[in-house]
Every structure is written in structure tokens, then in C-alpha cells.
């Protein structure tokens, strides 16, 4: 994909269920994901569309409860070329529009790339949650025991960008 291209996003719509029910199950192996010991179904969330060329090329679920911003997926079908980084800058301008406290996601202790990008893009680590993957295995068993590099899952790990409401 050419890196000159213009990024365009916009809120999902209807007409997008279809491409997010296969996008997501493509990348979780189902539509249904766990944070903080909480099943989302992945499709009914509200979210963000990454546009280029035509062509949808990442997606960004979020939830908002009690004025915090609760980043559920974000997947994108390319790396280093912006489009992860312009769905995160969206994030935080609608929390801010709604006054939300702050933007925080659950990531896992595999996750090494994401724990890089989010933290270049703003995000503080505030919590772990020592050994949550057991509570969400039992939620959502397919979740494997062994994730990235060979590293055994087990933490969550919450990210958050605080917001001056």
C-alpha cells in the first residue's frame, strides 16, 4: 500500500457489519474479545472505520462508561503507515468532546508491538492485572495459553491517556 495516501475515518455504519464480522474473527479468531473481565461482542460495539483509497484498512471499537473511553479493538491491516495513529488521534478527540476522564485499553503481557505504539502515542502504564487471563479463559476459552515470541499469557496490562476535562 502506498504510504502517500490519504487516511480517511469515519464512524462505522450499518453497511459495515458484514466486512466487521469477518475482519474481526479474521484477527481475534472470534467475534467476541475480553477486557478486564468483561466479553464484548465485537460487532455491536461503537466504532471507527480507516479509509484508503477505497478500501476499508483498519478498524477501532471503543465503549464509554462513566465518562471513561474503553479503546476494545484496534486492528489494522498495515503497520507504520499512520492509520492505527490517526484512529487513536479520533479516540481522544471524541473523549474529549464528551468530556471523558480518560482513553485506557487492556492490552496483554505478550504484547510487545503494542505496548510500544501505544506509549509513543501518549499512553501511561498504570496497572497490571497479575494473572486476569484465567478469569477471561474462562469467559472466552479459545484464548490461548502461549502468545507472542513464545511468551505465556497471562496479565492484562491498562494503558490510559489521562484527559483535562
Given at each position: 500500500?502506498?504510504c ?7 464512524d462505522?455504519a450499518?453497511s459495515?457489519?458484514d ?8 484477527r ?7 477486557s478486564?473481565g468483561?466479553m464484548?461482542?465485537?460487532?455491536q460495539l461503537?466504532?471507527f472505520i480507516?479509509?484508503?483509497s ?5 478498524l477501532l471499537t471503543?465503549?464509554t ?13 498495515e503497520?507504520?503507515?499512520?492509520i ?5 488521534s ?17 492490552t496483554?503481557?505478550d504484547?510487545?508491538?503494542a505496548?510500544r ?10 496497572a497490571?492485572?497479575?494473572?486476569a487471563?484465567?478469569r477471561?479463559?474462562?469467559l472466552?476459552?479459545?484464548i490461548?495459553?502461549i502468545?507472542?515470541?513464545g ?7 491498562e ?6 476535562s
Amino acid at each position: 500500500m502506498n504510504c502517500g495516501q490519504r487516511i480517511t475515518i469515519r464512524d462505522v455504519a450499518a453497511s459495515d457489519q458484514d466486512w466487521i464480522e469477518n475482519f474481526v474473527k479474521k484477527r481475534w479468531g472470534s467475534n467476541r474479545v475480553v477486557s478486564s473481565g468483561v466479553m464484548h461482542d465485537v460487532p455491536q460495539l461503537p466504532g471507527f472505520i480507516a479509509w484508503r483509497s477505497g478500501v476499508r484498512v483498519g478498524l477501532l471499537t471503543y465503549q464509554t462508561v462513566e465518562k471513561e473511553f474503553e479503546i476494545v479493538t484496534l486492528d489494522c491491516v498495515e503497520e507504520k503507515v499512520g492509520i492505527g495513529s490517526a484512529m487513536i488521534s479520533k479516540a481522544v478527540d471524541l473523549a474529549r468532546k464528551s468530556s471523558c476522564k480518560r482513553v485506557w485499553l487492556i492490552t496483554t503481557n505478550d504484547n510487545m508491538p503494542a505496548l510500544r505504539f501505544y506509549q509513543k502515542r501518549g499512553f501511561h502504564l498504570v496497572a497490571i492485572h497479575r494473572n486476569a487471563l484465567e478469569r477471561s479463559r474462562r469467559l472466552k476459552p479459545e484464548i490461548p495459553q502461549i502468545g507472542l515470541y513464545g511468551i505465556p499469557l497471562r496479565d492484562e496490562i491498562e494503558l490510559e491517556i489521562p484527559l483535562n476535562s
